[in-house]
Each structure stands twice: as structure tokens, then as C-alpha cells.
């Protein structure tokens, strides 16, 4: 499992050369990338970060996954600081003999990393910043998540 | 005691981090916050949204009833919106 919280963007090709690095134990491999959303007039997108604490919250949101489905490598990128529009944010890739386990433990990744992992967006225009607040319909997801493993 | 602070709240302390020395009767994050807020304006406002406030003691979250101990790292933020 690997682990980067940068400020640098990331190249799709380097990555995936990165994750076969380790294990090839796989015949399913799902990828998601997360980017900034191209609002009218939005000039850039500011992402606060608590580094520390964001390594020890993604493991341990890979760890619950792996509890869950059948996986191998996991590699997950997540961009903090100044992005512009269509920048990429976040990459997770994810490695399991089905593609189902991967593809669900990506979703949950995803879930988790958006409601739990400590990030905070911050959406700047040409006449105002917004900080964007937490959704209801984030909560829920996790909330989900933790209904079906009762 | 090391504090940390994040997004809007780091922006109202106008502050990333910084070190305190906080009176031995603290005990709790919740007293903690009271007392922060007892001491300075700019700190009352950030806390004013108590309930839009997490915390995390050495990188772990908690709630407002957690004990503390000068050793320990404690940050505050908003709810995340990572990913």
C-alpha cells in the first residue's frame, strides 16, 4: 500500500508503472481520479491539509477495505494546495483477482475519503471565497457503508 | 501544548500552529475550548460555531469530552470535504 499526500500533480502512466512495481497479483485493476469541477467562474480551488493525520486516516480507510474485499496493491495520490480548474485532485488505484472487489473498494475509498479523511476545500472566484461545507448526501454514504458490514 | 488549526478557523486565528502554555485544570478538549475562548475575541469567533468544529488529539478525532496533556498535539477543523 502506498500513500502520497502531495502538492505535486501526477501523471497516470508514471503512476500505474509505480503500482506495478509491487504486487501483480491482480487480474482486475480500477482507477479513479478525482478533479476539480470546472464551475462557471471559478478561478481556482484551494485544498487545506493536515498531512499527518491524513496518512494515518487513509490507511486506515485502506485497511478497512482490505477487511472487506479481496485486494492487493492499493495506491492512492491526494493533492492539497492551489489547483485550477480540471486539475487532477485525487487518484486511487486499486488491485484484486475480480474486478468487483476493486471496483466496490474503490467506491468506499472514495466515500471515506471524501467525508473522513482531513481536507478542506476552498472554492475561489474572481468576487468571493467559499469554503464548501460538508453534504448530507456524503454522510449518508458512509452511513450506508456501515449498514451493510452490521 | 502544541495547537493546530485548519481552513476557516486557521484563517479567523489567522494562525497555522502555535504553542501554548495552558493552565493545568484544562482536562478536557471541551475546557480547553472554553478557556481559548475566555482569553482572546479572536479565538471566541472562531469557536462560535461549536458544532461545525471537529477536533483531533495526536492525529486521531475525538470528541469534545477527550482528555489532553501538554504533551499532545491537538488540531481543530470543519468537517472534511477531502477527495
Redesign the interface.
Known amino acids: 500500500m502506498d500513500i502520497n499526500i502531495t502538492k505535486e500533480d501526477f501523471d497516470l502512466t508514471k503512476e500505474i508503472e509505480i503500482f506495478n512495481q509491487g504486487s501483480l497479483d491482480h487480474g482486475a485493476i480500477s482507477i479513479f481520479i478525482g478533479k476539480v469541477r470546472p464551475e462557471k467562474n471559478l478561478q481556482s480551488m484551494h485544498i487545506d491539509c493536515y498531512p499527518e493525520m491524513a496518512q494515518k486516516k487513509i490507511k486506515s480507510i485502506t485497511e478497512i477495505a482490505r477487511s472487506k474485499w479481496t485486494l492487493d496493491n492499493i495506491r492512492i495520490v491526494h493533492r492539497y494546495g492551489s489547483l485550477k480548474p480540471n486539475d487532477n485532485i485525487v487518484l486511487v488505484i486499486i488491485g484484486s483477482s475480480h474486478r468487483s472487489d476493486s471496483m466496490s473498494a474503490n467506491e468506499f475509498i472514495m466515500d471515506y475519503l471524501k467525508s473522513s479523511a482531513p481536507f478542506w476545500k476552498k472554492e475561489i472566484y474572481s468576487d468571493k471565497e467559499i469554503w464548501i461545507e460538508q453534504k448530507e448526501s456524503d454522510l449518508r454514504k458512509l452511513y450506508q457503508w456501515e449498514k451493510l458490514s452490521l | 501544548m502544541k495547537l493546530?488549526y485548519?481552513?476557516?478557523i486557521?484563517e479567523i486565528i489567522d494562525k497555522r500552529e502555535e504553542s501554548l502554555e495552558i493552565p493545568s485544570e484544562i482536562e478536557t478538549i471541551g475546557q480547553l475550548v472554553n478557556y481559548l475562548s475566555s482569553i482572546d475575541e479572536t479565538y471566541k469567533k472562531a469557536f462560535e460555531k461549536r458544532k461545525n468544529i471537529k477536533f483531533?488529539v495526536n492525529?486521531?478525532?475525538v470528541n469534545e469530552n477527550e482528555l489532553i496533556s501538554k504533551a499532545d498535539e491537538i488540531?481543530f477543523?470543519?468537517?472534511?470535504?477531502?477527495?
Open positions: 493546530k485548519f481552513a476557516w486557521a483531533a492525529q486521531v478525532l488540531a477543523f470543519p468537517p472534511m470535504t477531502g477527495g
